[in-house]
């Protein structure tokens, strides 16, 4: 896993909790084929390791893809926080939903997912986009037909 | 609830859409009271808008009322009026802790869109294609603000709306321009462009110590603006050699600060070739900058409508030992510091409002706002 395979020697400064999640992610690593490819997806967040990955537990927007992907973490250079790395394992069976939205990259399944808990581990939210054309039903002139609103009044 | 949408046919219509609803806990729902016109959607209005689907609401400076709250809100209670920076940013990511938060990683529902155009996902915006965030628009009755203890702020008594909605947009950018551009007391100072932002610019750089500001357009209107509102001294670019006369104006060293705040979509006046191959040139304004600014001099560049463009002067950059640099707005570290000065007459906008609309007429103020430039600095949605 190649930058990520120093997961283990940074784990001691970074806690238990820490330390368990990145034996996770050394326990995922030794389950992958030798043959190492490419595809791990990274980002930044800014909070320490034991925030990102509490008690080795994976946060929800992860926990979806669980058996599909591997995770890796470490602490960001600069005290920048925790790196969180993830790609899709070979072969993976998608779980749930995921199966549905994967497509044919699941490049951008994992990274989107790793936004989603980076938001999460930031600000506390997944940051949702407001009605999209599908959710807000035909647009209408002024005046005509009800106005297709949800019933609230201001 | 009435909104100004972008049409299946590239126009601009006010329709009824679904009043906006909480998606979020740091959500509040904004009543709009004035909403502006600004150059950053004059390409959404070409009829080429990748991304733009019928039903999407326009507009991104806006001030109004809050209606209601998240359940995480801690700032706004139901009735504050509100200035809301017309970027989205969470105020809690690395970016944003450094004071750069139109660089922000969280502004957007779907971070990995623009980071396929940037290379890196930055703040979201209102009222822009869903790559930009996924935001409905201000130009309507009521807006959902995301992330509202962040990116709104009550606006002082006695500050006028008129007043206070610049500092949802141009102000900060203008703001910006000056301040990340360096401008030191005693500086020379130009500025490319007389729009709500260029002007903004210019009287940010009067206040941050400049000696003399200069700013160049096409349009008489607005430079006699910039002269009467600003106290710049002004180039009418049709008539006039920019680079020299900035020269002159500068006792032949240049300006030391060169801020580009053109608006509007980049590379005009293509080639045949360039429009076959869908290369765009480089921005007039950016290249005159580059070429106009002192050795050692500062070049900031703001206008976001410049995008992928070929044959920049490099060498220019490299032989006068240029520091070249660009940015969007930073409103949600500005504005705080923006509507003291407004409170206290150092900063005058209101008059940059120059047509008003109900927000019925809102497509035909856009009309006049793209067509007649020379007339109409920003046009002004009334919703209410």
Known sequence: MGRFGTVVAVAGALGVAAARAARTAVTRQRARPARRSAGWQVVTIDRPPEQVLPAAVWPEPLRRLDGAVEVAVRRAPGGRGTELAARPRPHAAWPGLAAHLVGDDPGLLVRRTLWQVKQLAETGEVLRADRMPGERGPVVPVGTSPPPTDGRSR | ?384
């Open chain 2, 1 to 384: 609830m009435r909104a100004l949408c972008w049409t299946a046919d590239g126009e601009l219509a006010v329709r009824q859409v679904p009043d906006p609803e909480l998606r979020n806990d740091h959500d509040v729902i904004v009543r709009v009271r004035r909403s502006a016109t600004c150059g950053a959607d004059l390409p959404l209005l070409t009829g080429q808008a990748p991304g733009l689907a019928a039903g999407d609401v326009l507009g991104h400076e806006f001030l109004g009322d809050v209606v209601e709250v998240g359940a995480a809100v801690r700032r706004h209670r139901i009735g504050d009026r509100v200035v809301v920076c017309a970027s989205v940013a969470c105020g809690a990511c690395w970016y944003c802790r450094q004071g750069l938060p139109s660089c922000c990683d969280n502004g957007s529902t779907d971070p990995s869109t623009s980071e396929a155009e940037w290379g890196h996902p930055v703040a979201g915006c209102f009222g822009q294609p869903r790559a930009a965030g996924g935001f409905a628009g201000s130009h309507a009755e009521y807006v959902r603000v995301p992330y509202a203890d962040v990116g709104a702020f009550p606006v002082p008594e006695s500050v006028g709306d008129d007043r206070a909605l610049f500092a949802s947009d141009a102000a900060p950018a203008g703001w910006l321009g000056a301040e990340a551009g360096e401008v030191r007391p005693g500086d020379v100072v130009a500025v490319w462009g007389a729009g709500a932002v260029g002007q903004l610019a210019a009287r940010a750089a009067w206040l941050l110590g400049a000696e003399r500001v200069v700013v160049v357009d096409r349009h008489p209107a607005r430079l006699l603006m910039a002269r009467q509102h600003v106290g710049a001294e002004t180039i009418d670019r049709r008539n006039a050699d920019v680079t020299a006369q900035l020269r002159e104006l500068s006792g032949g060293r240049g300006p030391d600060v060169c801020v580009e705040a053109v608006g509007g979509p980049a590379g005009e006046h293509r080639s045949l070739a360039d429009r076959f191959t869908g290369r765009a040139r480089v921005p007039e304004a950016v290249r005159e900058a580059v070429y106009a600014c002192r050795k050692g001099g500062r070049v900031f560049v703001l206008n976001g409508g410049v995008r992928h463009v070929d044959a920049f002067p490099a060498g220019a950059v490299v032989h006068k030992g240029l520091a070249v640099r660009g940015g969007r707005q930073h409103g949600q570290r500005h504005i705080p510091m923006l509507l003291d000065r407004m409170a206290r007459d150092e900063l005058r906008t209101e008059y940059l409002a120059t047509h008003h609309f109900p927000l019925d007429r809102a497509a035909e103020g856009y009309a006049l706002f793209r067509d007649r430039p020379q007339e109409c600095v920003r046009a002004v949605f009334t919703p209410h």
